[in-house]
């Protein structure tokens, strides 16, 4: 079946980086783009940019540059998102979905079950 | 892109119906594009209920109902079930290429 499998938990210090994984299946990888979402703790989701597929476009939320990088390996259908510099305040949980397009409309129709970064000393 | 506005709870009896609002903009809610909806349950993925504004995916129960007036978006659950309470996000795609989510809405199922 259709599905997004993200990378376990992880625990870092601030000034770590941490790559996350987004492992695509049951469709082909490149046929849909990416979104990349994050929920702090106590708070909402927040869309933090997407990525090509096709190309290896990424395209970052505002307050989501800098730190954060989307990467791709179509060889594994594998969707990466890496934070470096770490910050207390980027503890969070972090979801990736897939992007359907039916050449009118969008919507996110296969989400991951999310990655908890934990940032602390 | 300042997140669109939903109510931060709703609550309601098992049978009974709910609605939850998701106002915006003509930039986002207002568009062309209609508002997605997504359920999610603390620790689980985010599950998708409604997309352009009204359809249900294959294997969501149609006692989820959508609606849309102006730059307002309305999800309805009716029959109230204990597995209906989550917290619920909709979701916009807007004129500027991005992508912008309610706050959310906690429902209970008192």
């Known amino acids: 079946q259709v599905q997004l499998v993200q990378s376990g938990s992880e625990l870092k210090k601030p000034g770590a980086s941490v790559k996350l994984s987004c492992k695509a299946s049951?469709?082909?990888?490149?046929?849909?783009?990416i979104n990349w979402v994050r929920q702090a703790p106590g708070q909402g989701l927040e869309w933090m940019g997407w990525?090509?597929?096709?190309?290896?476009?990424?395209t970052y939320a505002q307050g989501f540059t800098g730190p954060f990088v989307f990467s791709l390996d179509t060889s594994v259908s594998t969707a990466y998102l890496q934070i470096s510099s770490l910050k207390a305040e980027d503890t969070a949980v972090y979801y990736c979905?897939?992007?359907?397009?039916?050449?009118?409309?969008?919507?996110?129709?296969?989400w991951g079950k999310g990655t908890t970064v934990t940032v602390s000393s | 892109q300042s997140a669109l506005t939903q109510p931060a709870s709703v609550s309601g009896s098992p049978g009974q119906s709910i609605t939850i609002s998701c106002t915006g903009t003509n930039r986002d809610v207002g568009t062309y594009n209609p508002v997605s909806w997504y359920r999610h349950h603390p620790g689980e993925a985010p599950k998708l209920i409604l997309y352009e504004g009204t359809k249900r995916p294959s294997g969501v129960s149609d006692r989820f109902s959508g609606s849309n007036s102006g730059n307002t978006a309305s999800l309805t659950i009716s029959g109230l079930q204990a597995e209906d309470e989550a917290d619920y996000y909709c979701?916009?795609?807007?004129?500027?290429?991005?992508?912008?989510f309610g706050g959310g809405t906690k429902l209970t199922v008192l």
């Open positions: 990525i090509s597929t096709n190309t290896g476009d990424p």
């Open positions: 979905a897939r992007i359907y397009y039916d050449l009118k409309y969008y919507h996110m129709d296969v």
């Open positions: 049951g469709y082909t990888f490149t046929d849909y783009a």
């Open positions: 979701c916009s795609y807007t004129t500027s290429s991005t992508w912008v």
